[in-house]
Nanobody, 117 residues
């Protein structure tokens, strides 16, 4: 099993930047991918960015060119650099890990990102 702790959210003005971090603990050797999803009020949860164990990355269309996902020191952390933030980026951001042979989802507790106009 895996436990995820995400952090780094906050309030920022449009055009600003924030950095989110997620630390995994537990059976981290069986993590296939880690990433971030977000959910705004009244909307479905959507993929923001994901990094696979081979280093490849995926991004949601709305954040391409503005957000960058990367590994921290060691396999158990990922960071999300968010630049040129827009009010529509406002959401709760959740760290996600895909684990084991059946790629089971694990989730962090979520961190609020608010972008003011």
């Amino acid at each position: 099993q895996v436990q995820l702790v995400d952090s780094g959210g906050g309030l920022v003005q449009a055009g600003g930047s924030l950095r989110l971090s997620c630390a995994a603990s537990g059976s981290i050797g069986s993590i296939n991918a880690m990433g971030w999803y977000r959910q705004a009020p009244g909307k479905e949860r959507e993929l923001v960015a994901r990094i696979i164990s081979d280093g490849s990355t995926n991004y949601g269309d709305s954040v391409k060119g503005r957000f960058t996902i990367s590994r921290g020191n060691g396999k158990n952390t990922v960071n999300l650099e968010m630049n040129s933030l827009k009010p529509e980026d406002t959401a709760v951001y959740y760290c996600n890990a895909l684990y084991g042979s059946n790629w089971r989802d694990y989730w962090g507790q979520g961190t609020q990102v608010t972008v003011s106009s």
